[in-house]
């Protein structure tokens, strides 16, 4: 059973940091992509970073490029998402997503997977 499990979210000032942790289990990390998304207030759920677990490559949006560094840990079965110089504008919800490839004799699909979210709260 595919499971990631979110947590180090919480209250920081403006300009603080804080690292949110996303313990996944269940699937093969090589055959995934792993994504923080946020969803702030009012607004819809958004991308802003993922690692490919293939080849460690990395993607950010550009509000938090410079700022927020996605890592993994394989050793933990761990994604960490280490938040700099954080904003009120970061306030959200942070979800932790698996993209995960499955592959069958007959057949190559992907599936999403979601953790519960954890809530970052900036404080100006």
């Given at each position: 059973?595919?499971?990631?499990?979110?947590?180090?979210?919480?209250?920081?000032?403006?300009?603080?940091?804080?690292?949110?942790?996303?313990?996944?289990?269940?699937f093969t990390f090589n055959d995934s992509a792993?994504?923080?998304?946020?969803?702030?207030?009012?607004?819809?759920?958004?991308?802003?970073?993922?690692?490919?677990?293939?080849?460690?490559?990395?993607?950010?949006?550009?509000?938090?490029?410079?700022?927020?560094?996605?890592?993994s840990d394989n050793t933990k079965n761990t994604?960490?998402?280490?938040?700099?110089?954080?904003?009120?504008?970061?306030?959200?919800?942070?979800?932790?997503?698996?993209?995960?490839?499955?592959?069958?004799?007959?057949?190559?699909?992907?599936?999403?997977?979601?953790?519960?979210?954890?809530?970052?709260?900036?404080?100006?």
């Open positions: 059973e595919v499971q990631l499990v979110e947590s180090g979210g919480g209250l920081v000032q403006a300009g603080g940091s804080l690292r949110l942790s996303c313990l996944h289990s269940g792993i994504g923080w998304f946020h969803r702030a207030p009012g607004k819809e759920r958004v991308g802003i970073s993922c690692i490919s677990g293939s080849d460690g490559s990395t993607w950010y949006e550009d509000s938090v490029k410079g700022r927020f560094t996605i890592s994604v960490y998402l280490q938040m700099n110089s954080v904003k009120p504008e970061d306030t959200a919800v942070y979800y932790c997503n698996a993209d995960i490839i499955f592959s069958g004799s007959l057949s190559v699909y992907s599936q999403d997977y979601w953790g519960q979210g954890t809530q970052v709260t900036v404080s100006s």
